[in-house]
């Protein structure tokens, strides 16, 4: 089920740990690293344009790393239809799509 369109937020592991939360602004969206997790000497950063740091990200259009983690083509569209999600709702297919992604990131609804 998809969560609603206003204030949505996925919780985001990494390697299965829980490693900070991302959700969608009036202005954009925001990522943000739990403190636990990036205090973590073990702690591996989302991607290489978000490395571990305290301050959160902020952008007015979605991020290019977790765009990179929606499916494409025509699974993109066996995704959209399946749980029912436009296509240019990029928010809402990460949170619907991706919680068992390929490689280390996942993302979880926060519902």
């Given at each position: 089920m998809q969560p609603s369109t206003s204030n949505r937020k996925g919780k985001v592991y990494v390697?299965?740990?829980?490693?900070?939360i991302i959700s969608e602004t009036d202005q954009g969206y925001r990522f943000?690293?739990?403190?636990t997790y990036r205090l973590n000497p073990?702690?591996?950063a989302v991607s290489l344009t978000m490395p571990l740091k305290p301050a959160r990200y902020e952008?007015?259009?979605?991020?290019?790393y977790f765009d990179g983690l929606i499916p494409e083509g025509?699974?993109?569209?066996?995704?959209?239809?399946?749980?029912?999600?436009d296509?240019?709702?990029r928010m809402g297919l990460l949170l619907s799509v991706c919680?068992?992604?390929?490689?280390?990131?996942?993302?979880?609804?926060?519902?």
């Amino acid at each position: 089920m998809q969560p609603s369109t206003s204030n949505r937020k996925g919780k985001v592991y990494v390697n299965g740990q829980f490693a900070g939360i991302i959700s969608e602004t009036d202005q954009g969206y925001r990522f943000a690293y739990d403190e636990t997790y990036r205090l973590n000497p073990d702690a591996v950063a989302v991607s290489l344009t978000m490395p571990l740091k305290p301050a959160r990200y902020e952008s007015r259009t979605f991020f290019p790393y977790f765009d990179g983690l929606i499916p494409e083509g025509w699974l993109l569209e066996i995704a959209a239809r399946t749980w029912k999600v436009d296509t240019r709702d990029r928010m809402g297919l990460l949170l619907s799509v991706c919680r068992d992604c390929i490689g280390a990131v996942s993302v979880e609804a926060i519902v």
